[in-house]
């Protein structure tokens, strides 16, 4: 690309034009590697696009208000097309607005990396910057929204083993550094191209931070543990149940027998071929989610119904139901029933879904959907995540709860040997839900060193192996019965042992980078003007440029000491 053909798209209307449509895609690109596709390479490729947006691509760098405004639309076209179960059954505007305001931390990414943009090693600072807002994303407001962090991503690619030493957060570090770098190697290449004679360094430093990543994780894969490599050399036998349900949608609990019904009848069937022969005895069966939205503590009936299937399947079962406290309110609980003992140790759901179990201001966002009353009235658990059934310690994430970090940390190290993700998603219908948090599970299961069983009802339901591999799964919205063994695993991994240090230091770094480049631009405006025939003082810290294009802007004698291009708005 010649210097003119750059100065047309990086200044002026089109520019932005140009810039702001690049940004969107550069969000599409990101969605485009979500699953149910196995396109997991186009995060890092998104990123790299929305890299060379906000860094001039070798030019003149937008503006930090610009940057902020190239980092939304980047947002919009990731998040609008990631969340639209959000609104299948409550109509577009829950889904837009919702887009719309997680949007702002990437719009915050965009300006912190226009920042942070001229220092050195830029690409890991702009990466420690995505790490940053993600974190913010996840945290704020009502508990935080992490779903879409870029680690959710990586379940069927080749960085995911880099989960079992810094968890999700290093995951998406790693992705978001390889866009970074490759973004510094497609400037550098550029520049090359269009005689740029400084370049070797450049490109050496884009090619380490853009490859850096996919070394480190592919010495990683031969150290994740198999199905065959439980530390205690225990396996277990373990069934999940998807029942499904007789409509899909919000009302899908008005016939809330006939869903314990097909739960119970299915675990009847395969109690069934457990006594033909035709499948193994299990040593604990895992309902999903809302497989009781009666609840039994309360109902003779359907505690009668749940030992009933326990007693035939001759085990114990993991019963997700919806619990009525003495004040009205409700526990989204797991409750492990054994037979004719009845109930016996619970978890309780801790990290509640904001707009779904329970409505923040209800008076004011009842002005906004007529569904807004239907959010449940539901309140946190406490305890450790970790319910003993059959002598097994199982950790329980339910539904919601396993997009958050916090939630398998606190029940590996409290001594869970297996995972179960009861959830329910048929709610959100036939969309792309059930697959995004399925590839969660994934990551989950590398993260901690163990198999994870994800029982939903309607679908999908999994067997995952420690490695993250799926060992089975269902289709959507038929009744259907899992039966596996998988390993019980007392070891922790380095991830599970760091717990949010990882996450931590990146933020810490991404805030030393700030405040580093803040005071750099506040020296660099203070620089006094020098008539033209008097060279101008070094400014502290850009004697050696570094930045991503910074030394080809020198070679060009385009280093300017304001922020950015005055043509954006």
């Known amino acids: ?72 639309l980047a947002g919009l076209g990731f998040l609008v097309p990631l969340l639209p179960w959000i609104g299948v059954f409550v109509g577009a505007l829950p889904w837009l607005a919702l887009a719309a305001v997680e949007s702002l931390f990437i719009g915050l990414f965009g300006l912190l990396a226009v920042l942070v943009s001229r220092l050195r090693w830029a690409p890991m600072w702009i990466a420690a910057c995505w790490s940053l807002t993600e974190w913010l994303r996840a945290s704020v407001p009502f508990g935080g929204f992490p779903w879409g962090r870029l680690a959710f991503g990586q379940s069927e690619g080749w960085f995911l083993p880099l989960a079992s030493i810094g968890g999700s957060p290093l995951l998406s570090f790693a992705v978001a550094l390889t866009g970074a770098g490759l973004a510094s190697v497609a400037v550098t290449v550029g520049a090359r191209a269009r005689g740029a004679a400084n370049w070797v360094r450049p490109l050496a430093g884009g090619l380490v931070a853009a490859l850096a990543a996919t070394v480190v994780s592919l010495a990683l894969w031969p150290t994740l543990p198999g199905m065959d490599s439980g530390d205690r050399t ?13 409509k899909l949608g919000l009302d899908f609990n008005d016939q809330r027998k006939r869903v314990l019904d097909n739960h119970v009848n299915r675990t009847l069937e395969l109690a069934d071929d457990v006594a033909s022969g035709a499948a193994p005895q299990p040593d604990l069966v895992i309902w999903p989610e809302n497989a009781s939205d009666i609840d039994p503590l309360r109902n003779a009936d359907a505690a009668a119904d749940i030992s009933r299937a ?43 879904q904001p707009f779904g179990e329970y409505l ?33 310690a199982v950790g329980v994430a339910t539904c919601y709860e396993v997009a958050f970090d916090r939630a398998f940390e606190q029940s590996v190290r409290s001594g869970a040997e297996l995972l179960a993700v009861p959830t329910n998603n048929a709610t959100f219908g036939d969309t792309e839900m059930t697959y995004q948090q399925l590839a969660m599970s994934k990551v989950r299961a590398v993260e901690h060193g163990r198999a994870v069983v994800v029982a939903a009802t309607s679908g999908v339901s999994a067997i995952i192996g420690p490695d993250g591999s799926t060992v089975q799964q269902t289709p959507l ?11 019980l695993s007392t070891g922790t991994t380095l991830a599970s042992r760091l717990g949010p240090i990882p996450e931590i230091l990146l933020c810490l770094g991404a805030v030393a980078a700030v405040a580093f480049a803040v005071v750099q631009r506040r020296r660099t405006v203070r620089t006094p003007i020098h008539s033209s025939t008097e060279k101008a003082p070094a400014v502290a810290g850009r004697e050696d440029p570094h930045g991503i294009g910074d030394r080809f802007r020198a070679e060009r004698g385009t280093e300017r000491t304001d922020s950015g291009d005055h043509s954006d708005v």
Do not use: C
Request: zero cysteines; hydrophobic letters at 45%; a positive charge.
């Open 477 to 487: 919205f038929v009744p259907a019965a899992l039966v596996s063994q998988v390993p």
């Open 1 to 72: 690309m010649s210097g003119s053909t750059t100065a047309r798209w990086t200044t002026g209307k089109r520019g932005v034009l140009v810039r702001s449509v690049l940004s969107v895609a550069a969000g599409f690109l990101v969605f485009a590697g979500f699953p149910p596709r196995p396109l997991w390479f186009l995060a890092p490729l998104g990123i790299a696009l929305l890299t060379l947006v906000l860094t001039g691509a070798g030019g003149a760098a937008p503006r930090l208000r610009a940057g902020f405004g190239y980092g939304y």
């Open 310 to 352: 326990s007693e035939a399947i001759g085990a114990p079962i993991l019963v997700g139901a919806v619990l009525v406290n003495s004040d009205r309110t409700t526990t989204n609980s797991v409750i492990v029933w054994d037979g004719d003992a009845g109930p016996q140790e619970r978890h309780d759901k801790k990290i509640i």
């Open 234 to 246: 225990i396996t277990i036998t373990v069934a999940a149940i998807q029942g499904s349900v007789p």
């Open 360 to 392: 923040p201001y209800r008076g004011f966002f009842r002005h906004f959907s007529s569904y807004a009353d239907r959010a449940g009235n539901f309140v946190p658990g406490d305890g450790d995540g970790v319910v003993h059934a059959n002598g097994i």
